[in-house]
């Protein structure tokens, strides 16, 4: 599937990826207050029936973590948010983590809208796109931050920000596989 966030992602993608036949995973933060609060309220009145879901357990990195991962399918797309074309199943993941040090738990809930249907991505499955594409998040953009310093940057025109984003993982990819060679 393709990956990135709501805010950059208009609806003319998502007619692109139907005709292409591609698919896409896309989080959805407040910044889209209407989609989010579309399918928090979808979850909030959901029958048990309707919601397919998937737990797991993880201990490493000084804490425990339970993360359960949701799903509905979506029968009448539009219902959801007009806006985006192509919603198939509507994602609810849930985090829970343990600080081994401080004993300090926190709950983290994230939404997320995905153009396959469950037949042809179960919940397993989603969980485990949803885990492999948040272990690249973590690697390039802590990557970013602290070598290039993202996020003290204040550029914030036009397509600057996405140009110089392009640069940053180019310039990465160039020192990996320059680290790769010499290994």
Avoid at 29 to 50: C, H, I
Avoid at 146 to 166: G, H, I, S, W, Y
Wanted: hydrophobic fraction near 30%.
């Amino acid at each position: 599937p393709c990956h990135c966030r709501c805010s950059t992602y208009k609806s003319e993608d998502s007619s692109y990826h139907s005709k292409k036949k591609g698919d896409f995973l896309l989080t959805v933060k407040n910044n889209q207050p209407k989609l989010f609060d579309a399918l928090e309220e979808r979850f909030l009145f959901a029958k048990e029936s309707e919601i397919r879901s998937d737990v797991t357990y993880d201990c490493g990195h000084g804490r425990d973590e339970k993360r359960t991962i949701e799903t509905i399918s979506i029968k009448d797309k539009d219902k959801i948010n007009g806006r985006f074309k192509g919603i198939h199943q509507i994602i609810r993941i849930t985090r829970w983590q343990k600080n081994h040090t401080t004993y300090e738990t926190k709950d983290h809930v994230v939404y997320a809208i995905c153009s396959r249907s469950h037949k042809k991505l179960n919940v397993s499955a989603l969980a485990q796109a949803i885990r492999g594409h948040w272990s690249i998040e973590v690697r390039l953009h802590g990557q970013r931050d602290v070598r290039m310093q993202e996020d003290a940057n204040k550029t914030r025109t036009a397509a600057a920000p996405r140009a110089l984003a392009c640069l940053r993982n180019w310039a990465i990819a160039i020192v990996e596989t320059f680290q790769r060679s010499k290994s």
